[in-house]
């Protein structure tokens, strides 16, 4: 079992900057390839960034290509999205999980094994 629990979030304005951090505890955190995900009112859950059990790859989808960055620190059991130039539309909860698969980064919802809370993120225009 792997708890995540997400910080970070809040209300800024479109061109500010935030960093979510998702803190694990339980299993071996290394082990996982962390994903992070959002929701935005009415719309489905989406993959935003994801990022290898070694951190030496990542994957984003093509909407925040540029300016978002994930990183994690295994020695703090800590995966990190940060956010640059935020948009409008970049409001949502954002979600981290962990994949137990090791092979690939995966953007499918249905592979992560294990979800935190969720944290709020609202850029104001």
């Known amino acids: 079992q792997v708890q995540l629990v997400e910080s970070g979030g809040g209300l800024v304005q479109a061109g500010d900057s935030l960093r979510l951090s998702c803190a694990a505890s339980?299993?071996?955190?290394?082990?996982?390839?962390m994903g992070w995900f959002r929701q935005a009112p009415g719309k489905e859950r989406e993959f935003v960034a994801a990022?290898?059990?070694?951190?030496?790859?990542?994957r984003y989808t093509d909407s925040v290509k540029g300016r978002f960055t994930i990183s994690r620190d295994n020695a703090k059991n800590t995966v990190y999205l940060q956010m640059n130039s935020l948009k409008f539309e970049d409001t949502a909860v954002y979600y981290c999980?962990?994949?137990?698969?090791?092979?690939?980064?995966?953007?499918?919802?249905?592979?992560?094994?294990?979800w935190g809370q969720g944290t709020q993120v609202t850029v104001s225009s």
């Open positions: 999980a962990a994949d137990s698969n090791m092979y690939y980064l995966s953007r499918n919802i249905g592979e992560y094994d294990y």
């Open positions: 339980g299993h071996t955190f290394s082990i996982y390839n």
């Open positions: 990022i290898s059990w070694k951190g030496s790859s990542t």
